[in-house]
């Protein structure tokens, strides 16, 4: 028997697999069931059984922990900062609690990071740009900045961190202290949020695939015949490339440089 059937009659082995977050509110037992049974953060998803006794899910197979120790039993919090903003909580502090993801550290920017990306200024340029790493968890594409030309054996670290899929925006591609911890490097004031970065685009040395600029997919661009990007291709020099989802979801292409209407009209 399909398992999934059992939470929602509706849904098969075969619509489940090519479902999206769009076609969810068409399955409404599925819906209230992840509402009420998981928790979907950025870093988890985590399934609990529940012990009401009308759930015709865990009904099926109820927790088979003692009723009082699957009591104290909660989700996985999120990281959360302590009074100082320096430290996180421990985990004994925030376990039980209700905790949200503003302090997750993939949403940090600090200062810091600015600063060793001015100190790098003259490497994070399109001139510079060796080869694009994917973050691990928003799957965006990164630039791998180096001044001169990689040498085969800094190619192969980079492959091998790009297949190791550790590489999350904002952090260094190798570490503090190692052999091209300052020479091989993306930018780290970014975080998951931060758009694909202009170099990516205007890279001279490697030309990349073309991506969505707010969340980096390759799929379902929105191509130059769709009426808006021919419309803003005649007001500017340059249109980033978006993706259907982010267009459906409100997101606005990203323009560079209007064009000079009146100076075009007299032509
Ligand atoms: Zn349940
Ligand atoms: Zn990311
Ligand atoms: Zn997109």
């Not at 009074?83 to 302090?103: L, M, N, P, Q």
């Not at 260094?172 to 949020?193: M, P, Q, S």
């Not at 970065?197 to 001279?204: I, K, M, Q």
Request: with cysteine; charged share 25%; aromatic share 8%.
């Amino acid at each position: 028997m399909n398992v999934l059937s059992i939470i929602d009659s509706d849904l098969t082995g075969h619509s489940a697999m090519s479902m999206q977050t769009k076609d969810l509110a068409k399955y409404g037992k599925l819906s209230d069931f992840l509402k009420t049974h998981t928790k979907q953060t950025h870093y988890t998803f985590q399934v609990k059984k529940c012990t009401e006794s009308d759930c015709f899910v865990c009904n099926l197979c109820p927790p088979r922990l003692p009723a009082d120790v699957f009591e104290t039993m909660a989700f996985l919090p999120d990281p959360t900062l302590d009074i100082s903003r320096e430290h996180y909580k421990e985990f004994a502090e925030v376990y039980g609690c209700c905790t949200s993801e503003e302090d997750r550290p993939s949403l940090k920017a600090p200062n810091e990071k600015n600063e060793t990306d001015k100190k790098r200024r003259s490497l994070l340029v399109a001139g510079k740009v060796r080869m694009a790493i994917s973050c691990a968890l928003c799957l965006k594409p990164r630039c791998v900045y180096s001044q001169c030309k990689l040498k085969r054996e800094e190619e192969g670290a980079v492959r091998r961190l790009k297949s190791s899929k550790v590489y999350t925006c904002g952090n260094n591609l190798f570490e503090e202290g190692g052999r091209y911890h300052d020479t091989i490097v993306a930018r780290v004031a970014v975080n998951c949020t931060s758009p694909v970065e202009a170099t990516y685009y205007s890279s001279t040395l490697v030309s990349f695939p073309a991506c969505c600029f707010h969340c980096g997919t390759v799929d379902n661009l929105l191509g130059p015949e769709d009426p808006t990007i021919a419309t803003l291709r005649q007001q500017y020099a340059v249109v980033r490339p978006i993706c259907l989802e982010c267009f459906n979801d409100g997101k606005a292409p990203k323009t560079w440089g209007a064009q000079n209407m009146r100076k075009k009209r007299k032509v």
